[in-house]
């Protein structure tokens, strides 16, 4: 069993930045992806990046590439999430997700275990 917890949100202007904390408790959170998910109010969730389980594999969604970054500490047990370049479109309520495997393909589906969500929002 893995339990995610999300930190970081906030209130930001654009073009400015976020770094998005996911802290897990669990002996296998290391052996897991995480996916990092937003939804907007009155839109699906989405996937907006997804890093393997050792960190090597790394996927985002086009609007965020070139502004998104996601990484992980297994030593401590963290995940985040950096966010530089922020519009007015990212705002949503962001979550982490883990889902157990160790492999190099990062995946985009079968999510496991969830957070709560932090909420961003970006003014213009």
């Known amino acids: 069993q893995v339990q995610l917890e999300e930190s970081g949100g906030g209130l930001v202007q654009a073009g400015g930045s976020l770094r998005l904390s996911c802290a897990a408790s669990?002996?296998?959170?290391?052996?897991?992806?995480v996916g990092w998910f937003r939804q907007a109010p009155g839109k699906e969730r989405e996937l907006v990046a997804a890093?393997?389980?050792?960190?090597?594999?790394?996927r985002y969604a086009d609007s965020v590439v070139g502004r998104f970054t996601g990484s992980r500490d297994n030593a401590k047990n963290m995940a985040y999430l950096q966010m530089n370049s922020l519009k007015p479109e990212d705002t949503a309520i962001y979550y982490c997700?883990?889902?157990?495997?160790?492999?190099?393909?990062?995946?985009?589906?079968?999510?496991?275990?969830w957070g709560q969500g932090t909420q961003v929002t970006v003014s213009s």
């Open positions: 997700a883990a889902k157990r495997g160790a492999s190099t393909v990062v995946p985009t589906t079968g999510f496991e275990y």
């Open positions: 890093i393997n389980w050792n960190g090597v594999s790394t």
């Open positions: 669990g002996r296998t959170f290391s052996l897991c992806a």
